[in-house]
């Protein structure tokens, strides 16, 4: 996904555009290799991404020619990241697959100073039909070497582009995305992963107020994506 696909996304999905991060000081929460933060970095005065797999050295390397872009190695349920010093904190598309999504959420939260902002992307739950036919198939491709699971998620982006595919998501969860690499992508998240969960929206919300935030922005349609405000910032 490149930089004009990631500031598309992150305006028709969150109302946020590249003044939201102007001179701000920003976490990535779950960075990956840096898709976000390569949109985001020119635009902050500091981006910091966290993330606990080895992700986090392309995350280094494609972000290397940029001075203000700091990669740091590290689990969001015990961040080695300071409190309530981010003006900005995101994590998109990763906190459900952690082993404690509410704790993971509520990390997030504590890292955002008064006044700043989090956004959110997270799964949300679905009717009872899609949710046993996703358990059903990551009961088995959870268990696959990942190799074959990459295999098994680039069969059903195949799947996706065939007429009858976009019926056949109605029930089996495929990625809806336009580009095959990206849909590759999208089913692999949603079918590699050990952990999953399918997240209650007014859970989220329930908890986001219990750290002291304010809903700015929600996106009508699942997945869950929130953009709050932390209470206590300059009047």
Not at 45 to 56: E, Y
Not at 154 to 170: D, E, H
Not at 220 to 226: A, K, L, N, V
């Amino acid at each position: 996904m490149g930089v004009p696909r990631v500031e598309r996304d992150l305006s028709e999905k969150y109302r946020l555009s590249r003044e939201d991060f102007q001179d701000k000081v920003v976490a990535d929460v779950g960075c990956g290799m840096g898709r976000h933060a390569l949109f985001v970095a020119p635009h902050a005065r500091i981006v910091v991404g966290l993330d606990a797999t080895d992700a986090i050295r392309s995350f280094a390397k494609n972000l290397s020619s940029l001075n203000n872009a700091y990669a740091v190695k590290g689990d969001i349920l015990d961040p080695p990241l300071a409190v309530g010093q981010f003006d900005f904190v995101y994590s998109i598309g990763v906190l459900h697959h952690t082993a404690d999504p509410e704790a993971a959420v509520r990390k997030c939260c504590d890292l955002v100073k008064p006044g700043g902002r989090i956004a959110l992307y997270l799964y949300s739950k679905v009717d009872p039909g899609r949710e046993a036919v996703n358990a059903a198939l990551r009961a088995i491709t959870t268990r696959l070497p990942p190799d074959v699971a990459l295999g098994v998620a680039r069969s059903m982006a195949l799947a996706y582009g065939t007429p009858i595919g976009p019926l056949v998501s109605n029930v089996v969860n495929m990625s809806h995305e336009v580009e095959f690499n990206d849909r590759v992508l999208g089913n692999y998240d949603w079918y590699g992963p050990r952990y999953q969960w399918h997240l209650e929206e007014a859970a989220v919300l329930g908890w986001l107020r219990e750290e002291g935030f304010a809903l700015t922005w929600m996106h009508p349609t699942e997945p869950i994506r929130i953009v709050a405000t932390k209470e206590g910032g300059p009047s």
